[in-house]
T-cell receptor, first 111, second 113 residues
Framework: KQEVTQIPAALSVPEGENLVLNCSFTDSAIYNLQWFRQDPGKGLTSLLLIQSSQREQTSGRLNASLDKSSGRSTLYIAASQPGDSATYLCAVGFGANNLFFGTGTRLTVIP | GAGVSQSPSNKVTEKGKDVELRCDPISGHTALYWYRQRLGQGLEFLIY????????KSGLPSDRFSAERTGESVSTLTIQRTQQEDSAVYLCASSRGPWGGYTFGSGTRLTVV
């Protein structure tokens, strides 16, 4: 059974700090990995999609890396802002309609 | 449309009533997914449509739940004889295909009283 684990479950940082969120998965035979953010009471917003052939993707202050061999992905957020406060979800695609979500990291950026 | 649209955004219903939730995917997205998220919990897969293929219903929790999609257009999720444990946010997502990234709608918050 595929499992997706996100550590830490919650994180508080002062504004301006760089931070890293971690995602690990048990099966290295993945097709893609996607990072989402979820604001309270809202749906999911896609941040970055990494295909299995890629090692990283960047969008603005966000950088996501993928290491299939070790079963890990990281989401790096540079110069954090209070607006970054949200729950960040890692979702790993193991095949068609086989997307497994982690339980998320709740990030609070303190002004 | 530009994004995945879900309606209604909020629904309060009495126990035992039927409800119908609607999802309008991004034009051209052949794959459509329904998920459920209970308060404080992770996403729970319900059903998956890919083009005109038979849907994957393996995540539907009971026979009170059903979903339809005509071609690559709108999908409806129907819950019959609602129970309090059905209270959750129901999220719909679409993608260009089974390997594409998902785009989620903002969800329907269902409250069964």
């Amino acid at each position: 059974k595929q499992e997706v684990t996100q550590i830490p479950a919650a994180l508080s940082v002062p504004e301006g700090e760089n931070l890293v969120l971690n995602c690990s998965f048990t099966d290295s035979a993945i097709y893609n990995l996607q990072w989402f953010r979820q604001d309270p009471g809202k749906g999911l917003t896609s941040l970055l999609l990494i295909q299995s052939s890629q090692r990283e993707q960047t969008s603005g202050r966000l950088n996501a890396s993928l290491d299939k061999s070790s079963g890990r992905s990281t989401l790096y957020i540079a110069a954090s802002q209070p607006g970054d406060s949200a729950t960040y979800l890692c979702a790993v695609g193991f095949g068609a309609n086989n997307l497994f979500f982690g339980t998320g990291t709740r990030l609070t950026v303190i002004p | 449309g530009a994004g995945v649209s879900q309606s209604p955004s909020n629904k309060v219903t009495e126990k035992g009533k039927d409800v119908e939730l609607r999802c309008d995917p991004i034009s051209g997205h052949t794959a459509l997914y329904w998920y459920r998220q209970r308060l404080g919990q992770g996403l729970e897969f319900l059903i998956y449509f890919q083009g005109n293929s038979a849907p994957d219903k393996s995540g539907l929790p009971s026979d009170r739940f059903s979903a339809e999609r005509t071609g690559e257009s709108v999908s409806t999720l129907t819950i019959q004889r609602t129970q309090q444990e059905d209270s959750a946010v129901y999220l719909c997502a679409s993608s260009r295909g089974p390997w594409g990234g998902y785009t989620f709608g903002s969800g329907t918050r269902l409250t069964v009283v």
